[in-house]
């Protein structure tokens, strides 16, 4: 019966959440169009023909939106605390899908980042996107290793936030376009906006979660 009522307040709780978990379904779900639509669609529109018939980048660039699209996709499971309850095999099932997912995806960054849109700036901000999504999901995996409880979820807020940079990106980029009306310019301000707002947003959830009295 308690464990009823701690799922429901989770449930409830899930709920104050749907139109963010409406959002990361959506987006984890968008690089599908990239297997089932022929022809150039999204970046690939502007992507040269000699980029898009090397392999190498093909290869890096489809391990990166598949594996961060599932990653994106049962991310947000983990944060509900009823289903922590309910199994926590379950989480650590889907935490194991989750980790493996982020480290691909981010290595797939590793190389297509070399080749984004927007030059140098383009490059810095999606690659140290890229490495802190690594670092802050491999701190995630080492922390609960060792047991330290709530040094991992902090962690993984801070993951996460990263992985929901998936979303934020296509929220900032359209405002962004409307605004300067220059793709380029535009995509330099997101690669670093997409994921650099979302850090700020992680350290007050886990300064307002994890108090000081709890830290290890
Ligand atoms: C911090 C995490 C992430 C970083 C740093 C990152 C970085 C990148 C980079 C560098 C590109 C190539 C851009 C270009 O060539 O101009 C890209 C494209 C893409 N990424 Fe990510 N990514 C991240 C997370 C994710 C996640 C979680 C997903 C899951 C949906 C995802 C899905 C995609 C898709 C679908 C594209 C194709 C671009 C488009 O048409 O919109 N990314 N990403």
Known sequence: ??????????????????????????????????????????????????????WVWKTFFYIHISFG??????????????????????????????????????????YIGFFAEGGLIAFLGFMIGGLVWAFTTIQGYLTICKGRVIAHQKWMIYSYAMCVGAVTLRIWLPLLMVATNDFTFSYQIVSWMAWAPNLAVAYLIVKRKITPVALP
Not at 15 to 40: A, T, W
Not at 74 to 82: A, K, P, R
Request: hydrophobic share 55%; charged share 10%; with cysteine.
């Open 1 to 54: 019966m308690m464990m009823n009522s701690a799922f429901i307040k989770s449930i409830s709780k899930t709920l104050v959440y749907l139109p963010l978990i409406f959002l990361i379904l959506l987006i984890s779900i968008y690089p599908l169009q990239f297997f089932l639509v022929e022809g150039k669609v999204g970046i690939l529109q502007v992507k040269s023909d000699a980029l898009l018939s090397d």
């Open 69 to 110: 699209g599932v990653a994106l996709m049962v991310g947000w499971l983990q944060f509900i605390q009823g289903l922590r309850n309910y199994s926590m095999r379950l989480h650590r099932t889907i935490g194991i899908v989750y980790v493996l997912c982020v480290w691909l995806s981010a290595l797939g960054v590793g």
